[in-house]
């Protein structure tokens, strides 16, 4: 088992940054790949960044790409998601996830809100 407890979530204005932390804990994961997903209400979850736990080899989606930075601590078994010039359509319950690819998400933390807003 993985263990990934995020936290960083709340509210800001559009515009603002905000930084995501997930916590990493359990089971071997050197050769996983770290993400974060986002849910906002009535739409699908989706993929946000990736990052290989060995190599820091990352990916983003097309939205996010230039305003979110997604990075990992080797040494605090740490996963950061740096969101900067936020807008309104990134407000979402954002997750941290961890699985053996980059299609296979075992490991799902419980989810912190975003809210962008004026």
């Known amino acids: 088992q993985v263990q990934l407890v995020e936290s960083g979530g709340g509210l800001v204005q559009p515009g603002g940054s905000l930084r995501l932390s997930c916590a990493v804990s359990?089971?071997?994961?050197?050769?996983?790949?770290m993400g974060w997903f986002r849910q906002a209400p009535e739409k699908e979850r989706e993929s946000v960044a990736t990052?290989?736990?060995?190599?820091?080899?990352?990916y983003y989606r097309d939205s996010v790409k230039g305003r979110f930075t997604i990075s990992r601590d080797k040494f605090k078994n740490m996963v950061y998601l740096q969101m900067n010039s936020l807008k309104p359509e990134d407000t979402a319950v954002y997750y941290c996830?961890?699985?053996?690819?980059?299609?296979?998400?075992?490991?799902w933390g419980q989810g912190t809100q975003v809210t962008v807003s004026s």
């Open positions: 996830v961890a699985g053996p690819t980059a299609h296979t998400w075992n490991y």
């Open positions: 359990g089971r071997p994961f050197s050769t996983y790949t």
């Open positions: 990052i290989t736990w060995s190599g820091g080899n990352t």
